[in-house]
């Protein structure tokens, strides 16, 4: 069983910057594509940002693109996203996933594995 461990999340004003953490256990770091999910009040869970296995290919949206960033540390287990210039419109509860791949993640189900998610709060 994969657990998915986030950390990082708390309330800062626009323009400024976050790093989240994601702690990867129960299965082989280096199979596995991640993301970074997002599901802001009164609306659906959005992709934000992915990685392929080993770290050669990233997605982001649009809205995040030039201020997010998606990394894995395959010695640590670990995948981050550092977040900068926040802007009020990024606050949301942000999920950590993993899944058999970068296109598998995209896709409607495709996620195999949820953290249980960090609150990311911007201010105005």
């Known amino acids: 069983q994969v657990q998915l461990v986030e950390s990082g999340g708390g309330l800062v004003q626009a323009g400024a910057s976050l790093r989240l953490s994601c702690a990867v256990s129960?299965?082989?770091?280096?199979?596995?594509?991640m993301g970074w999910f997002r599901q802001a009040p009164g609306k659906e869970r959005e992709f934000v940002a992915g990685?392929?296995?080993?770290?050669?290919?990233?997605y982001y949206i649009d809205s995040v693109k030039g201020r997010f960033t998606i990394s894995r540390e395959h010695a640590k287990n670990s995948v981050y996203l550092q977040m900068n210039s926040l802007k009020p419109e990024d606050t949301a509860v942000y999920y950590c996933?993993?899944?058999?791949?970068?296109?598998?993640?995209?896709?409607?189900?495709?996620?195999?594995?949820w953290g249980k998610g960090t609150l990311v709060t911007v201010s105005s």
């Open positions: 129960g299965r082989t770091f280096s199979s596995l594509a």
């Open positions: 990685i392929s296995t080993v770290g050669i290919n990233t």
């Open positions: 996933a993993a899944a058999a791949s970068l296109l598998t993640m995209r896709a409607p189900g495709g996620v195999g594995y």
